[in-house]
């Protein structure tokens, strides 16, 4: 584990002194806080598809929102000088501190709501331990963890999906459902997963992505567990550290994932 109990941010030009608070509260009344100097303690979770980066405070449902770095404060970088080089991020790094910086409701022609931070104190960063889960991953389904928010974070799990992706945006693990209502999971990587090479060469065949193919496979993969900023649902990512029994087969023309009317929707609440 990494502690760090000292603050890091240039000192503002305005001597005014933040208002010790808590997200829960700041997003009760944002209009009201609008425009003010706070401190609250918060989980970070970094960027990345899909989703920018947000502090979460797990004690009321709604208390999530979008972060900013303020310019030529060293902020930003003393976060990220603080997580490993080598990690996935706030994937498999907990992250929690406290937050100085300007609270923005309805800011701009877009409205938007945000932290713009300029300080950071108390910093921890910790390692999460899957070694656990990796040696007996779970058998399950998509559908089974995306219809229990959390019940698997910073879980292993097994389980055969198809692999979607447009070659540019990103990709998922995806199956049909009950209904036919499809539902995946975004793969935060793939990197270094046994039989990734079996996958690589199944997209090298044809045009970008998925489009022209369908891909399945037996999967084994490491989920954690990102919130989002209002309207947005949360949504698990899936580490993949294992590809087995990969199929793939082309096909002319892009097809319906799940049916003539099919709706895909990431993990979520």
């Not at 974070?153 to 049909?176: L, W």
């Not at 649902?233 to 049916?259: D, F, W």
């Amino acid at each position: 584990m990494i502690s760090l109990c000292c603050s890091f941010g240039a000192s503002q030009a305005s001597p005014k002194r933040p208002i010790s608070t808590t997200l829960c509260d700041v997003l009760s009344n944002s209009t009201g806080w609008d425009n003010k100097l706070i401190s609250v303690p918060a989980s970070y979770f970094d960027g990345g598809w899909p989703g920018g980066p947000v502090l979460a405070d797990d004690r009321c449902e709604a208390g999530v929102v979008d972060v900013t770095f303020a310019k030529r404060t060293g902020a930003e970088r003393y976060l990220d000088s603080s997580v490993p080089n080598d990690s996935l991020g706030t994937f498999d790094h907990s992250v929690q501190a406290t937050w100085i910086g300007q609270f923005h409701a309805n800011y701009g022609k877009f409205h938007a709501t945000f932290l713009e931070i300029q300080r950071i104190k108390n910093l921890s960063v910790t390692l999460v331990d899957f070694s656990k889960s990796d040696a007996s991953p779970i058998s399950t389904s998509i559908e089974e963890v995306v219809n229990h928010p959390r019940v698997y974070n910073h879980k292993t799990i097994a389980f055969h999906s198809r692999f979607e992706s447009d070659g540019r945006h990103g990709s998922m693990v995806f199956e049909c459902g009950t209904g036919d209502i499809g539902r995946g999971i975004p793969i935060k990587s793939t990197a270094g997963a046994s039989g990734e090479e079996a996958l690589d060469d199944a997209l090298r065949q044809g045009g970008p992505g998925t489009l022209d193919k369908t891909i399945e496979a037996d999967w084994i993969g490491r989920l954690s567990w990102f919130p989002r900023s209002a309207p947005f649902q949360p949504v698990y990512k899936i580490q993949i550290t294992a590809i087995r029994n990969l199929t793939a087969s082309m096909h002319a023309n892009e097809i319906s994932s799940c049916g003539s009317e099919s709706e895909s929707r990431p993990s979520q609440d």
